[in-house]
């Protein structure tokens, strides 16, 4: 800026909008340089590696009053707020419940691949990983008896309540991750932590700060996960930092995490959940023989709904004859027709069902409004519209 100083304007929007570049490396470095201490976590049984580990005999104690309930998930709010953000309860599920969870999960992938459909998915290489998505539902209506024992688990409960509050949903993906896979590159996770850049910087400062407080991110091991076999790298303290969803895709970013992250082994059984907004990554699986399987829980928050249900499909159904001619003449403006798509149209592509409607490219599947936009664009016929939309709506449900 050549010492030009900014404007009152500039600096307010400055505040509410991050910028391409936004994010400091000197004060992200400040703000992940400290370590967690028992005395500040007391009822955990140790710190390793800056996360904050509790065994299951307290989580089990804690829930036999509302009164321990709350001391405690008071304790794992201060964790995933002002600590590192990364807490592990320590062999939290039976052994024989996973066992039997994972008989349905290997028939689900064996099918899967019988069906001819890839298994992976669009963060990993072609053979990389086996992935089951909405694992919740296919887990329940594959074997309803284990999934009764599997999410009884009060540890699974406890910190989806601690996060969320009431009324909270999960969902699950289960992720098999095979020998000799890469490691991601390092990354926050959904809402935000899903989108290509140029939608990110359309969110306000203050949604990047609400964001991790929607969904609450866990991991079930389902076997041994040495370090060599790739169990999930994390950065304690990086959620605290406010540019991060713009930043972390950055060199100097990526380098630092490299070098500083924590790898916790894990035993069976063992649950990890943190905040979404942790800088994290799926680890290198060296070994030869490890099928490293987790199922990964993500646990949204009841709230992120809208009060009303909307037909949407019957609404532009009505609409769309009456865009096509104002933007064939130029009668209303692109951002006036965009405003309209805008109230009429879905703009988000979750939730969906991700082994119908798979990103083409992307993290995200193509929304309503993208589709009616393209369609505006190109001057697609109304029933050809229609039908593309139906057609959406059925990959998005399908079940
Ligand atoms: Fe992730």
Excluded at 220 to 234: E, N, Q, V, W
Excluded at 293 to 321: C, K, T, W
Excluded at 333 to 350: E, H, L, M, R, W
Aim: net charge negative; proline share 5%; glycine share 6%.
């Amino acid at each position: 800026m050549n010492g030009t100083p900014l404007t009152q304007q500039q600096l307010l929007t400055q505040q509410h909008y991050l910028s391409k570049d936004a994010g400091d490396f000197a004060a992200f470095v400040e703000s992940v340089s400290h370590n967690a201490t028992l005395t500040d976590y007391p009822q955990a049984s140790n710190i390793e590696q800056n996360a904050v580990v509790y065994s299951r005999s307290t989580v089990t104690r804690a829930c036999s009053t509302p009164e321990e309930k709350k001391t405690l998930m008071a304790e794992w709010i201060k964790v995933w707020t002002d600590g590192p953000g990364v807490l592990m309860i320590t062999q939290a599920m039976d052994h024989q419940v996973i066992d039997r969870a994972n008989e349905t999960f290997e028939r689900i992938i064996n099918q899967q691949k019988a069906d001819g459909g890839g298994s992976g998915d669009h963060f990993a290489k072609a053979g990389a990983n086996d992935r089951i998505w909405n694992a919740l539902e296919k887990h329940g209506k594959g074997d309803p008896e284990n999934f009764t024992h599997y999410y009884a688990n009060e540890a699974i409960a406890l910190a989806s309540e601690a996060w969320l509050g009431a009324g909270y949903q999960i969902t699950a993906q289960v992720n098999r991750v095979n020998p000799g896979s890469a490691a991601q590159s390092a990354h926050r996770d959904y809402h935000l932590g899903f989108m290509a850049e140029d939608q990110i910087l359309k969110y306000p400062m203050h949604v990047h700060q609400l964001s991790p407080a929607l969904t609450l991110q866990g991991a079930i091991a389902h076997c041994d996960m040495p370090l060599a076999s790739g169990p999930t790298l994390y950065l304690p303290y990086s959620q605290h930092f406010s540019e991060g969803y713009v930043a972390f895709t950055r060199d100097e970013f990526q380098q630092y995490f490299n070098k500083h992250r924590s790898q916790l082994e894990l035993k069976k059984g063992d649950m990890v959940f943190f905040n979404p907004a942790l800088m994290h990554a799926a680890g290198e699986n060296k070994t030869a023989d490890i099928y490293r399987l987790a199922n990964l829980l993500q646990v949204s928050s009841a709230f992120g709904r809208a009060m009303e249900s909307i037909d949407h499909l019957g609404l532009i159904d009505a609409i769309y004859p009456t865009l096509v001619k104002p933007n064939t003449a130029g009668t209303l403006t692109k951002d006036q027709i965009v405003n309209v798509i805008s109230a009429c149209a879905d703009g988000y592509p979750f939730p969906t069902n991700l082994d119908t409607d798979l990103p083409a490219g992307g993290m995200a599947p193509k929304t309503q409004q993208q589709y009616l936009l393209e369609a505006l664009d190109d001057n697609t016929n109304h029933e050809i519209l229609l039908e593309r939309l139906q057609s959406l709506t059925r990959k998005q449900s399908l079940t």
